[in-house]
């Protein structure tokens, strides 16, 4: 079992910033990828945010249209976890943002972490 826990979210003013974290209770090095979904209040789940890896040293990141350049996915391998800056924050931001990665051929969720982008 793989256990995910998000933590970060909270409420910013429009153009403000958060990071996102999102604690792994395995060792992440052998995951290939790991992504950020979020989903809005009336809205279908989407992925923003990516990280792949073909091996332990080249990864790869892939963002939504409306969030690239603004958010940016990393991996700290040492401390299993998953992070998402996210800059220039704007309202249609506002989401539950969870964290999901496939293992052992498995996807699994974290709870999600609530962010709410208003003034």
């Known amino acids: 079992q793989v256990q995910l826990v998000e933590s970060g979210g909270g409420l910013v003013q429009p153009g403000g910033s958060l990071r996102l974290s999102c604690a792994i209770s395995?060792?992440?090095?052998?995951?290939?990828?790991m992504a950020w979904p979020r989903q809005a209040p009336g809205e279908q789940r989407i992925v923003v945010a990516m990280i792949t890896c073909r091996d332990p040293t080249t990864y790869r990141t892939t963002y939504e249209e409306s969030v690239r350049g603004r958010f940016t996915v990393s991996r700290d391998n040492a401390a299993n976890t998953l992070h998402l800056q996210m800059n220039s924050l704007k309202p249609e931001d506002t989401a539950v943002y969870y964290c999901?990665?496939?293992?052992?051929?498995?996807?699994?969720w974290g709870q999600g972490t609530q962010v709410i982008v208003s003034s």
């Open positions: 999901r990665v496939i293992w052992d051929l498995e996807y699994y």
């Open positions: 395995v060792n992440i090095s052998s995951i290939n990828i």
